[in-house]
């Protein structure tokens, strides 16, 4: 028969001591290399009721993972959960004697050889810093960001395209924890947003308001709904996906791909308002509306965040930063975009209400069409004359706003003078 | 005098010269048991750890109470589980240049003592309560 490698035989240390991270005086978290050169961290996780048999987990990490670990960017739960493959080896040591080994996922570890959540390292408590840094060449991962790296690690290990909302900073954001009232908030903005942008890539952008209660659209309004799924301390990141995936089996962008592009180059093109004035048409009232609400309450909470998007099929990455000076940037470069168109003509027909104090009026013309507004100030002393009996001329000044994120154009109109006619 | 591991301790690379004779109050991790034989046993007896070949053969203390309960509580965070190893309560007793050679504090309060032959602490130590 064949022999079998008996994975008994293979020692996880295997390896080279390198030095201790935590602690001076009780060393429960040392670091090794592997033939590899990858760190390899080995920590005293449990013994027996006499502490003759010590039990020790051991796991392979990314070079990067343990230098975010002594930057205090993860937690010593995290360094554990970050295990290379989800992997690690148990085993149980008899002072000179190996005993056995188990291989087992970080996850599966009982709840008292974790650290506890929020357990980050001390600089103070690290023992062997240069040594490990230097041995590891760990300077070659010092611009590489954690979240980042959680965010492509976690969309590739769930297989699904990721949206990434980092908070950075802003009033209620804290390391770990965020304002409810303002992650409920934001994450509702950016999931209208998201769907309008879902809307407006199926039904194209002239598609008006769609109505989410008609059992024709149910299958659609499903598919424009996302899940957040994943969260870090990071100050606070979370990471959302579309609820349910849509296979494109021969076009090489995938829907929310084509929707990823969409929003980041919205992003980008409103802090920019040439570009956003030869860009702004592609994109649907609704869709500039949602993302002027968004705009508006990043510059109003003082936000400074990231947005991101990752694909981990080919690997395809997008981000931008937003803060409160680039949401006012972009709420005003949209604003300026306001059009208004002006009119004046002559309309003949009766007053059906009046305000004397206030000037508003409505008037219906002899072809039955309605207008409302209010007199110029200028003649405004003048109403007191009018009646609801006599036909009257009357000039309108009207203004057509098209104002960005509004559907309807906002119509204004003035009456700059009238004449009472002897007959219709 | 003799230290109690002389043999053990590689003297080629453990700097002794911090360590002098001196009077000082302690406090140790301990198992309720003062007569528990794992209380004064130095770290080469408790653990795999090999590798500082000095630093296995000297017992940890503190210089206060308070000091020593911060520590565990620490210590606690990072392993729920450590109080199976180094005990559930605190000792405290008075130090004498007769017990061996210890070095200053560091910021937290903890020191070494490299025992001299024949010394046993269990003796001189009380226990004053758990360690959490």
Known sequence: MKKIHDIGSY?????????????????????????KGNPVIKEWVDCNKNGTVDRYFIYELDPSVLLFFLRGEISHKDLFLSAKNNLGFIFEKNRDEEKKYLITSPQDLPEDYLPEYDTYVNPDDIVDYDKIYQYFNLDIYEDKDYNNYYHKSISSKYNAETFNIHFKTGSGIKHGTIDTELLGITTLEFDNLYKELVFDTFLGKDRGSLNTKSKSNQELVEFSKTEIY????????????????????????TFTESVANKLFNLIEESLDSEKLADTYSRYSEFVISSYLNLMAHVKEKNLNMDFAWYKPTNKAYKKNKVNSRTAYQAVSNINNLSTTEKDQFDVTGKFTALNCNTGHFAFESVNEEEFSGYLEKRIRDSAVSLNFKDFYKITIDRAIEKEPGKADPKITDTIISHYKMDRK | MELKYEEEINTNTCDLDPFSESERKAYRFVFQDIDDSRNFDPPYYRTDYKNDECRVWALSFFDSLEESKAKIRTLKKHTPNIQKKLGTHIAEGNLDKNDGITNKSNGEGHFSLFEYKGVDLSTKFNIVGPSI
């Open chain 1, 230 to 253: 994943n969260n870090i301390a990071a100050s606070y990141s979370i990471f959302i996906r579309p609820k349910y995936s849509h296979a494109t089996l021969f076009d090489k962008e």
């Open chain 1, 11 to 35: 020692s996880p240390l295997d390896k080279k001591f390198i030095g201790t991270l935590l602690f001076s005086a009780y060393p429960i978290t040392t670091v090794y290399s592997n033939k």
